[in-house]
């Protein structure tokens, strides 16, 4: 398991207790194990969150976002389980939850029945929609995607497509995470906390501002990125001749003649009519049949050499599971090592950003279920003989 270095990390101190499962919720939760803050899971006993268990393309939720984080698996219909609860959320400086509208009320967890029980918390609620007429239905990023025209974007016309990742809830958690920090900063100097609120579907809306605003600029609605009016004439994947592909990018006029220069184009790199990025695009049709021709004639190697010599934009076709062995993530300290829980070692992307040259990467590896139960109920003044009659009640378990 790799460790994090020893430099104090940015959320070491915090303590955050989670209710929630899938994505958008666990990812927040990720984001603040990973700066160092104590995250708690918070599970339902005996057989605890049921993304632990699916298969599928959610096979690889559980294990993506849980890592630096502590299990606490309780059964909470019972009197006893709810009491450690409410211990446990008077330590917390955050709560976190991700579950349907109402749940988190029922169960007597709400903002306000928690604020009773620790006036100073910062309570962040995920959901599908932030308050309006929307806030009683049920969303899933699927369904936001196609609500947001983001799902219009992505397909060929006719044919709405979702994007290939959980990008709405991923992001979803992210901009919950920054919600919680901006409240953290904000209690620093108020002392008060707050009820924070993230949504699923203004997200998805976030994500297509830009072909809103392209509307408003340029009288034409955006069309499908499959059919769409490119801002650069060359913004493409093109065939090799070893039946690869490669993507390759030409967006500014100096990228222009590296490209001309580097594919031996020394005609179209000398002709006036094309100097200017506007008019490469209105001339695409007459560039592109010559692009497709030459690259065609080389192999993806070649390809590649080229343009990374020109310093131009481009990649190879790559798969996910690529990335395993994708040599600057690995050498650049990009990826974090986990342990399943079989005990092979993996690696999954970090934090995509650092901080005085600090990556954060496993603390804690992934939680088995209730593995730090015992060790939560002792901070919280349990005896170790209550802490065994409550196990053995099946109110908490680990």
Not at 178 to 183: C, G, K, Q, V, Y
Not at 317 to 344: C, V, Y
Not at 357 to 374: D, E, M
Request: with cysteine; charged share 20%; net charge negative.
């Amino acid at each position: 398991m790799q460790q994090t270095s020893e430099k104090a990390l940015p959320l070491a101190g915090i303590r955050v207790i989670e209710f929630v499962h899938m994505v958008m919720g666990p990812t927040c939760g990720l984001v603040l194990a990973d700066l160092g803050a104590e995250v708690i899971k918070v599970e339902p006993a005996p057989a605890g969150d049921n993304t632990r268990r699916l298969m599928g393309s959610g096979a690889g939720y559980w294990m993506t976002y849980n890592r630096n984080k502590k299990s606490f698996a309780v059964d909470m219909k019972t009197d006893a389980g709810m009491e450690a609860v409410r211990k446990l959320i008077a330590s917390a400086d955050v709560v976190t939850e991700n579950f349907r509208p109402g749940a988190m009320e029922k169960l007597g967890l709400g903002f306000e029945q928690v604020k009773g029980i620790n006036p100073d918390i910062i309570y962040s609620s995920m959901k599908g929609f932030l308050p309006g007429p929307y806030d009683h239905r049920t969303a899933l990023d699927e369904v936001v995607q196609m609500m947001t025209g983001l799902a219009y974007m992505t397909g060929p016309e006719g044919r709405p497509l979702r994007a290939g990742a959980s990008v709405n809830d991923v992001m979803g958690g992210m901009f919950s995470a920054i919600s919680i920090l901006a409240a953290l900063h904000q209690r620093n100097a108020t002392g008060q906390g707050q009820f924070v609120q993230t949504g699923l579907f203004e997200n998805s809306a976030f994500l297509v501002a830009q072909h809103m605003m392209q509307k408003v600029v340029t009288g034409k609605a955006a069309a499908p990125m499959p059919s769409r009016i490119s801002a650069w004439a060359i913004y493409d994947v093109f065939n090799t001749s070893d039946d690869d592909q490669v993507f390759l990018g030409v967006v500014s006029d100096s990228q222009w003649q590296s490209f001309c220069t580097a594919f031996d184009f020394t005609e179209l790199g000398s002709d006036l009519s094309l100097q200017q990025n506007n008019e490469r695009v209105a001339a695409r049709d007459q560039i592109m049949p010559l692009v497709i021709e030459r690259l065609g004639s080389m192999s993806k190697a070649e390809v590649m050499a080229r343009c990374e010599a020109a310093g131009l934009p481009f990649s190879p076709i790559q798969r996910p599971q690529d990335l395993f062995e994708d040599e600057h993530l690995n050498q650049s300290g990009g990826m974090a090592e986990l342990t399943l829980p079989d005990g092979e070692a993996v690696k999954v992307p970090m934090l995509p950003f650092e901080m005085d040259g600090q990556r954060f990467g496993t603390r804690l590896n992934v939680p088995a279920l209730g593995s730090h139960s015992s060790e939560l109920l002792s901070q919280m003044g349990y005896a170790p003989a209550d802490i065994e009659a409550l196990r053995n009640a099946g109110v908490v378990k680990g």
